[in-house]
């Protein structure tokens, strides 16, 4: 059980967020990953179909015997987490609960800001998380749906996604929080900008990288890290270009030869486009 390996899933190439840290922090597990970018981004599409792909994603990690999913995207965190949960007899970790548990802790204001995908602030998740820990904490939401195709399109740090970002976050301009959670697992990719236009007083919070810590607890809970001595061989699936997501898994995980390789999860019918 403990050589089996992890399997993550995300709508794209956000979930290499957390796949960073994984690496970092937990360098002895096997990863499994499927970034589902032919149908991202996920964040304006209708709850019931984002519920439908995280079954489909999930389906295909079952495939490799995994010992744990990782829904590494808050997207579909927000709105499968629990079904998936419910019905696997694995552990399921979603990226919300960390994250939230981490701004309570950084803010000594009170004051949070999220930024999600519409999905995600649409579905009040992380305003629920927050207040279950702290009924007294002021919650900001900002829905951003433009960062996540900058992302996949490897356009970051280009001067249209400077002024894309700076646009964005404007509605926070003259507002109070000391913590801003990145809510969105390909946000990220966009922190330098981020903190450039909140400024430095304001501590971010990578909603993913947070998420190892439940990971790695839970595999010492259930007795199920790998040992030390294994090498293990990550494997990567993507839905989309594979030369688009080998050069931002290249970009963020650092140059070297991956196995990544196209599969087809579903199609998408003319009325999902
Ligand atoms: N990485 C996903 C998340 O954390 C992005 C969702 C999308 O595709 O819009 O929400």
Not at 40 to 68: C, H, I, N
Not at 100 to 106: F, V
Not at 236 to 261: C, D, H, P
Request: charged share 20%.
């Amino acid at each position: 059980m403990k050589e089996k390996a992890i399997g993550f899933f995300d709508s794209g190439v956000g979930g290499l967020t957390v796949v960073r840290e994984v690496i970092k922090q937990l360098p002895h597990e096997k990863i499994i990953y499927i970034g589902d970018s032919a149908r991202a981004p996920y964040g304006p599409r209708p709850v019931d179909q984002v519920q439908a792909f995280s079954w489909q994603l999930t389906e295909f990690l079952l495939k490799f015997d995994v010992k744990m999913i990782v829904i590494a995207c808050n997207t579909a965190t927000a709105v499968s987490l629990s079904s998936i949960k419910e019905k696997l007899n694995i552990p399921v970790v979603g990226v919300i609960t960390p994250g939230s548990r981490a701004a309570i802790k950084a803010s000594s204001e009170n004051k949070i800001a999220v930024l999600g995908t519409l999905g995600t602030i649409h579905s009040g998740e992380y305003e629920k998380a927050l207040k279950a820990r702290n009924p007294f904490v002021d919650v900001l939401p900002l829905a951003c749906p433009k960062f996540v195709p900058i992302v996949e399109s490897n356009e970051v740090n280009t001067p249209n996604s400077k002024k894309i970002v700076r646009e964005s976050l404007k509605p926070l301009q003259w507002k109070q929080y000391d913590a801003l959670i990145l809510g969105c697992t390909h946000y990220p990719l966009l922190r330098n900008q981020i903190q450039q236009t909140v400024g430095h007083s304001v501590t971010l919070i990578d909603s993913g990288a947070e998420t190892v810590s439940d990971v790695s607890m839970l595999l010492d809970y259930f007795e199920l890290a790998n040992s030390p001595s294994i090498e293990p061989k990550h494997e990567f699936y993507t839905t989309g270009s594979v030369a688009m997501f080998e050069q931002i898994a290249n970009a963020w995980l650092g140059e070297e030869k991956r196995n990544i390789q196209h599969v087809n999860i579903g199609e998408l019918k003319d009325e999902e486009k």
